[in-house]
């Protein structure tokens, strides 16, 4: 027979037509491949969902939480401690968390973070003699004014948290960049 095709296309100047068929071995091989991808995706998947669905969550505002008694408030600095409720990835956790609060000259109330902004120690109101009536950091001398400003060492101002007075109490919110200063 191919030498009847092959006389016949010499006989009309075609090339002959040649099939490309799969043989079976191909079949079996793009078949399992498939199959076996298909089902490596429906496991890889939610892995991934999993481990990347809470970074792509968009970052909720921080909740009011109330700290003291507006009347308690003075001009000296004083520190109180309160407990949030924090949610961090799939941990979640009540961390005791710290302000210095007072009111400034004009009679407003501000709240200030007391991690120091060059290291991250603790900073303290009047906690060295040597520089009175600011804030103190005892791991590398780092002090502060009261509205927070940075007089050496650290290079920033000790940060802020957004503060609101509501029926008679004092609550903090967001922690973000001083604006005092």
């Known amino acids: ?4 095709t092959n006389q016949e296309t010499q006989h009309h100047g ?16 793009y078949t399992l491949g498939g199959a076996g991808a ?3 995706a429906g496991m890889l998947v939610p892995m991934v969902r999993f481990a990347v ?12 939480v109330k700290v003291v008694e507006e009347a308690q408030v003075t001009n000296v600095p004083k520190s109180f401690k309160f407990q949030v ?5 799939w941990y979640e956790s009540n961390p005791e968390l710290e302000a210095w609060i007072a009111k400034s000259q004009d009679g407003k109330i501000f709240a200030l973070n007391p991690t120091c902004k060059h290291l991250g120690c603790t900073v ?26 940075a007089l050496a060492v ?17 609550y ?10």
């Open 1 to 4: 027979m191919n030498d009847h």
């Open 14 to 29: 075609e090339k002959p037509v040649r099939r490309r068929e799969m043989s079976r071995r191909q079949f079996l091989s």
């Open 38 to 40: 298909f089902m490596g």
């Open 53 to 64: 669905d809470p970074v792509l969550q968009p970052k909720a505002q921080a909740e009011w």
């Open 85 to 89: 409720h924090q949610v961090d990835g």
């Open 124 to 149: 303290n109101w009047n906690g060295s003699p040597q520089f009175k009536d600011q804030y103190y950091c005892p791991c590398h001398g780092a002090h502060y004014t009261i509205d927070g400003k």
């Open 154 to 170: 650290s290079p920033l101002p000790l940060d802020e948290y957004e503060v609101k007075i509501e029926n008679g109490s004092v």
């Open 172 to 181: 903090v919110g967001q922690l973000g960049p001083n604006k005092r200063v």
